[in-house]
């Protein structure tokens, strides 16, 4: 069966050490092959670019501009059932230019949610023992996609934020604008609360079932948005007011979304800190089949996989994540490995599986 | 060059264009500079509401509508910049008169409530029989702080305190609003007969 959603071609200028790379992609499975440092990585990374205007590995998307150049362009063809559209990112330190067909889209998050895209990266390897701030981005991402608007209230929300804390370090705790920013955090944060709280819901009906079927043996899952703030604006409010000195001393907003936790448990044992490797890798991989399976629910279609460098020789267990995610998913699919013959792909007919090599930065036959 | 390229919107690159116009047109170079120096004698802020006001010889500064006698003496909207008065005036929608504050409350750019010109304004509100003031500042964070702050200092005179509505653009189809506006407008929802 042929996805509706996938990408028919992509060009990629400028992008780390990627100068110039056209690819055709097929619309399932594309194994991207070449040692380490090659280019692999940057090549799913231009993908993610010109699909959510972020990069999975830069902080700010102007860094992944190759050295010497201005700007790097990446120019996706995307199939999205009988529409064909163009999608363009033209980015730099300066610059951040997205267009879809030559026309700049109303906001930045209705082209970041134009074609959905789900990525799975070494970095992710911590989703389950990382930082909360992980998990966060996890259920604002499902957020985004069920509700735009929720990206809107997180954006507002840090702001006032961060001029609320700058108030309090310069004038101290009876400024007289304070209660304004107080109340604009409130009303945007108990949003942004509620938005999150329903993303983990769905978050969660998907990763049970999930879970459950990749487990080794019968485990019970636990899953709860812990908020750090609250969905009430008047308590959230009032809670602002009374944390001041508190926020002062610690030179941190104390209260409030920017503490959220997405607290997981197995059989009643917090995950982060007590489960095994094995559990931890178990649970990471159904966190992101749920991520993919609640976008695929918001858009009604199947999202584009990037897979990075999950298959390795010394890692027999990271090959067989490739399998489970092929199976989870009908759509695109973006492979990069060192090892491309590690990758059989049982079923798969040649019109199915298309192999890529870069070597320098540049496709080699 | 180097002073062309201080006007906002002019980068080097325009100033470089700018300059190499005006040594080439002579005739526009004059003209230009004739009115240039005419400009801070004749135009200059009005000193009520901070619109662009021509000067009159008897030293009086008042803008075309602080002037304007139909106006209604009752409403005032309080905007950001000239441009946004400018924007609302083209709507016709307003029959009041305004107050620019030119600046926006923005703690991280060291812009605190000290910096708005709030005293004018309650003299204004106080003098002038003001009954609603309409707080038309842009939905940002910076903009709708200032709305909330100016609410504040406003609450004890006896005037009601009003912001604009924000939503779906006229004319168009609500399923080609944007994402955003359109969800801010069903929160920002009302009942229907009030």
């Known amino acids: ?365 | 060059m180097r002073l062309l390229a201080r006007l906002p919107g002019v980068g080097e690159k325009t100033a470089m264009r700018f300059a190499l116009h005006l040594i080439t047109d002579a005739a526009l170079a004059r003209e230009l500079g004739a009115s240039l120096v005419e400009l801070p004698a004749r135009i200059g802020p009005c000193e009520r509401c901070g619109n662009l006001a021509e000067l009159s010889a008897d030293g009086q500064v008042r803008c075309s509508i602080c002037r304007d006698t139909r106006r209604d003496p009752t409403l005032l909207c309080v905007v950001a910049k000239i441009q946004d008065l400018l924007a609302i005036e083209r709507s016709g929608a307003m029959r009041g008169r305004y107050f620019v504050l030119g600046k926006l409350l923005s703690p991280l750019d060291g812009i605190g409530p000290e910096e708005l010109p709030l005293r004018s304004l309650v003299a204004i509100i106080r003098s002038e029989a003001v009954t609603e003031a309409i707080i038309a500042t842009p939905p940002s964070v910076d903009g709708e702080a200032t709305a909330l702050y100016i609410a504040r200092e406003l609450s004890g005179l006896g005037v009601r305190t009003t912001r604009i509505a924000s939503g779906i653009p006229h004319g168009g189809d609500l399923e080609f609003a944007d994402q955003i506006t359109l969800g801010r407008a069903l929160e920002g929802r009302r009942r229907i007969g009030e």
């Open chain 1, 1 to 365: 069966m042929t996805p509706s959603l996938a990408l028919r071609r992509v060009s990629v200028r400028g992008l780390r050490n990627l100068a110039r790379v056209d690819i055709e992609p097929v619309p399932r499975l594309n194994v991207i092959a070449g040692d380490n440092g090659h280019g692999k990585t940057s090549l799913l990374e231009a993908i993610y670019l010109v699909s959510t205007t972020r990069s999975f590995r830069a902080e700010r998307a102007g860094e992944v501009v190759q050295t010497g150049q201005d700007l790097a362009t990446i120019i996706a063809t995307v199939q999205d059932g009988l529409v064909v559209r163009e999608q363009r990112a033209i980015v730099g330190p300066r610059v951040k230019s997205y267009l879809v067909d030559g026309k700049r889209p109303d906001r930045l998050v209705t082209f970041a949610t134009l074609t959905p895209v789900v990525v799975f990266h070494p970095g992710d390897l911590s989703l389950v023992t990382g930082p909360a701030s992980l998990r966060r981005t996890l259920l604002d991402r499902v957020a985004l996609f069920h509700e735009p608007t929720s990206g809107d209230h997180r954006q507002r929300f840090l702001r006032a934020l961060r001029e609320r804390q700058d108030i309090l370090e310069r004038k101290g705790s009876s400024a007289a604008e304070l209660s304004v920013y107080e109340e604009l955090m409130a009303r945007e944060g108990a949003l942004l609360a509620a938005a999150r709280e329903r993303a983990a819901e769905r978050l969660t009906e998907a990763l049970t079932p999930a879970f459950t079927r990749m487990a080794a043996r019968e485990l019970e899952l636990g899953v709860s948005y812990r908020p750090g703030g609250t969905t009430d604006s008047d308590q959230f409010g009032a809670a602002l007011f009374s944390h001041r000195a508190a926020d002062l001393r610690r030179h941190t907003a104390t209260f409030g979304p920017q503490r959220d936790e997405l607290e997981l448990s197995i059989d009643g044992r917090p995950a982060r800190t007590q489960a095994s490797q094995g559990q931890q890798r178990v649970l990471t991989l159904a966190l992101k089949v749920a991520e993919l399976a609640t976008v695929r629910a918001a858009r009604g279609a199947e999202p584009i996989l990037l897979l990075d460098d999950v298959s390795s020789e010394l890692d027999p267990a990271r090959t067989g994540a490739v399998y489970e995610f092929l199976r989870e998913t009908s759509g695109q699919v973006f492979v990069t490995t060192t090892r491309p013959d590690l990758l059989v792909t049982p079923g798969a007919t040649i019109a199915d599986r298309a192999d890529w090599h870069l070597r320098d930065g540049a496709l080699v036959p």
